[in-house]
Nanobody, 114 residues
Framework: QVQLVESGGGLVQPGGSLRLSCAAS????????MGWYRQAPGKQRELVAD???????RYADSVKGRFTISRDNAKNTVYLQMNSLKPEDTAVYYC????????WGRGTQVTVSS
């Protein structure tokens, strides 16, 4: 089993920045990818960004150029630097880890509002 602990959400004004962190613990050997999904009210959960152990990344088109995902394999931690935030980025952000199965964090709220 893999346990995930997320941190870094909050309220920010449009144009501002936030950094999310997610630390994995437990049976972390062999984790392939780590990433972030988000779910806004009334919408389906969607991929924001993910990164493989080798460093390959994927981003949603809506966040390209604004968000950066990174990973510290030694600490089993994934980060999401979010810049130039927009109101439409408001959602609950979930950490995801894939190791044979998907593991999910509990989610952290990100609210972008003036």
């Amino acid at each position: 089993q893999v346990q995930l602990v997320e941190s870094g959400g909050g309220l920010v004004q449009p144009g501002g920045s936030l950094r999310l962190s997610c630390a994995a613990s437990g049976s972390t050997f062999g984790i392939y990818s780590m990433g972030w999904y988000r779910q806004a009210p009334g919408k389906q959960r969607e991929l924001v960004a993910d990164i493989t152990r080798g460093g390959s990344t994927r981003y949603a088109d809506s966040v390209k150029g604004r968000f950066t995902i990174s990973r510290d394999n030694a600490k089993n931690t994934v980060y999401l630097q979010m810049n130039s935030l927009k109101p439409e980025d408001t959602a609950v952000y979930y950490c995801n880890v894939f190791k044979l199965n998907d593991y999910w964090g509990r989610g952290t709220q990100v609210t972008v509002s003036s």
